[in-house]
C-alpha cells in the first residue's frame, strides 16, 4: 500500500502548493477580513472536498463523468455562482482595503469557501479522473478513496495554514 500511497502524496503536494481559487479566496479574505475569517474559509473549502469525496466513493462521480447534462448543471451553477460574486464586486466595490465596521450583514465565511469549491467542477473532475488509480484491488473503495481525499485535506489545510496565521 505504501507503493500507491507515495506517488499519490507526492502528486497531492504538488496540486496543493500550486494556487488556484480556493487559495485567492482565502488570501482575498485574509487581507481583507480577518484571521478568523480567512480560517473558516479554508474550513469550508476543505469540507468541500470531503463532499467531492463522497460523491466520488458513493460512484456519483461516474455520473458527472458520463452524463452530460449533470455535468453541465453543476458547470452553469459554478458559473452562476461566480458571476453572482463579481457582480457583487461591481456593485459594492470597496473604496479601501480596511474593513467597513458599519456593515450589518456578516457573510458565512464557511459557506464561502464550500461553495467555491463545491462549485467549482474542476475539483470534481480532478477526483473523478486521479482517485480511481489510486485504489487497490483488494480494499473497500469508499473506505480507500475517504482516506485519500482525507490526506489531501489534511495537507490543503496545512498548506493553507500560512495564508491565515
Excluded at 497531492?12 to 479574505?29: Q, Y
Excluded at 470597496?94 to 467549482?120: A, M, V, Y
Amino acid at each position: 500500500m505504501f507503493e500507491i500511497l507515495i506517488p499519490y502524496t507526492i502528486a497531492i503536494v504538488i496540486l496543493t502548493i500550486t494556487p488556484g481559487l480556493d487559495t485567492t479566496l482565502i488570501i482575498r479574505t485574509a487581507t481583507l477580513e480577518t484571521r478568523q475569517k480567512a480560517f473558516q474559509t479554508a474550513l469550508g473549502i476543505n469540507f468541500g472536498c470531503m463532499v467531492w469525496g463522497i460523491i466520488v466513493a458513493c460512484g456519483l462521480g461516474a455520473l458527472l463523468a458520463t452524463s452530460e447534462l449533470a455535468f453541465n448543471v453543476l458547470k452553469w451553477f459554478g458559473a452562476a455562482y461566480l458571476a453572482w460574486l463579481g457582480l457583487q464586486l461591481l456593485v459594492k466595490p470597496r473604496s479601501s482595503l480596511e474593513n467597513n465596521i458599519n456593515i450589518q450583514r456578516t457573510p458565512n465565511w464557511f459557506l464561502k469557501g464550500f461553495f467555491c469549491n463545491i462549485l467549482n467542477p474542476k475539483v470534481g473532475l480532478f477526483y473523478i479522473t486521479f482517485l480511481p488509480q489510486f485504489i487497490p484491488n483488494d480494499v473497500t473503495p469508499f473506505i480507500w478513496v475517504m482516506g485519500l481525499v482525507a490526506i489531501h485535506v489534511v495537507l490543503g489545510f496545512f498548506g493553507q495554514a500560512y495564508l491565515f496565521l
